[in-house]
């Protein structure tokens, strides 16, 4: 081991966390660390070959004038007690160590967020910069939810940068990273839980933290996917792609269409449909289509919290729809993610959204299917009673609280 560098990074570790540190002024406190102690457990007074090691190397660390130290009461030239660093020497004490400043760390990074702030266009993006900035100018440090590595959080910077940059493009996950930093698997090792942190504080479209968002449907929402994004539909869809006509309507067991078709697809009609009904789970529409669907219907897999491109899509149908006199039905869970899906399609693209088997009746019809809440989960969920918002949930939100229960739509899968 190299006890040298050992002790110059535990005193500087120390430092760079003291007042002495950001203090423009000399101070006479000593960034001082006690050997026979948790600070430094590698100073084993049993182990007598580590303890001279450690000592040799403390009084040559002393004679260069870099630290300087005292032996314990009665125990001189056999255990230290202490030691401390020479702030005169600290340029030196960073060199000896192989350590950048953290100060010159700081300076460096604040260079780079600025001249990212001058290039980027998102409003989110913007705003976590401006907090990176007056944090680091009034600290003199670098938050702990950035890298600590300074070429990750280069690499970092850059992501995003190409993030704001990129448009509306659905890419993959590895090819991002493929193309951002010429690694396919960088991406998720080093930087993806750092970047959804960044977005669950900053995206301003959502409340990502209070909604049961998966960190895949999160980072959809930047057009990061894991696997192509799917739509799944049963029913009348008259379409054109690309100026050729395309009818959905034979295809009677349902159909499923990617991104690219999603963007170039113009729907011109919904002929004979009076009913649109969105469902959540995929084993429920699966089990809707096959068995239960009507011939004026037609069925839309929703999944989870919806990405951009099935927003467009779903955007798409409703224009479509407006044109006639066609009923919006969504089906979903029971529960927090269910009502907040529902609440994010009626908010942003459809102002009449209906629930379907979402409703008092249905949950205790259900009685034998529940699931506990905790009390966590309890918590956030009354909080969705003082929100006007959701008032069509609200009868259902208090009797689930007092039965403290919750259920899953494929409950419903076990009743038929």
């Known amino acids: 081991m190299n006890y040298r ?25 000593r960034i001082l660390i006690n050997l026979c102690s948790n600070e430094f457990p590698e100073y084993n007074i049993e182990d007598t070959i580590a303890k001279e090691l450690i000592n040799s190397e403390i009084m040559d660390l002393q004679r260069e004038g870099l630290i300087d130290f005292e032996w314990m009461r009665f125990e001189k030239g056999n255990i230290i007690s202490r030691i401390w660093l020479n702030l005169d020497a600290l340029q030196e004490a960073y060199k000896q160590a192989e350590r950048i400043p953290k100060r010159q760390q700081v300076e460096n990074a604040l260079v780079w967020v600025r001249e990212l702030k001058m290039r980027i266009t998102s409003s989110w993006i913007r705003a976590f910069l401006d907090d990176v900035q007056e944090w680091m100018e009034q600290k003199l440090d670098i938050p702990s939810f950035l890298p600590e590595d300074s070429q990750h959080l280069q690499n970092l910077l850059k992501a995003l940068l190409f993030i704001d940059t990129k448009g509306e493009d659905e890419l993959l996950e590895r090819v991002f990273s493929l193309r951002c930093f010429g690694d396919s698997k960088y991406f998720e090792k080093n930087l993806r839980r750092k970047l959804l942190v960044i977005i669950k504080k900053y995206w301003q479209e959502e409340d990502l933290q209070a909604g049961e968002w998966t960190d895949d449907e999160i980072l959809s929402l930047i057009g990061i996917v894991k696997a192509p994004e799917q739509v799944d539909f049963c029913g009348n869809v008259l379409a054109s792609i690309r100026g050729r006509d395309v009818d959905f309507s ?32 995929k084993a429920n529409y699966v089990d809707y289509v096959f068995r239960r669907k009507t011939v004026d219907e037609l069925i839309i897999y929703h999944g989870g919290f919806y990405s951009p491109v099935k927003g467009l899509f ?93 259920i899953e739509q494929e409950a419903f899968l076990s009743c038929e």
């Not at 729907?267 to 789970?281: A, Q, Y």
């Not at 779903?314 to 927090?336: E, P, Q, T, V």
């Open 250 to 281: 034979p295809l009677i067991h349902g159909v499923s269409i990617n991104a690219p078709t999603i963007r170039d697809m113009v729907i011109s009609d919904l002929p004979n449909v009076k009913r649109i009904l969105f469902i959540e789970n």
């Open 5 to 29: 560098k050992l002790i110059l990074n535990r005193l500087l570790d120390k430092y760079e966390r003291s007042s002495a540190y950001k203090s423009t002024s000399r101070t006479k406190r």
């Open 314 to 406: 779903f955007k798409k149908i409703y224009d479509a729809a407006c044109r006639s006199n066609i009923i919006f039905y969504h089906w979903g869970d029971m529960d927090l993610g269910g009502f907040q899906i529902f609440h994010r399609l009626k908010k942003q693209i459809i102002p009449t959204l209906q629930p379907y088997l979402m409703d008092l009746e249905a949950f205790l019809s259900m009685k034998r299917f529940w699931q506990p809440l905790d009390a966590k989960y309890a918590k956030s969920l009354e909080k969705l009673l003082h929100d006007e918002d959701y008032k069509e949930f609200h009868p259902l939100i208090r009797v689930m609280l007092k039965e403290s229960a919750r």
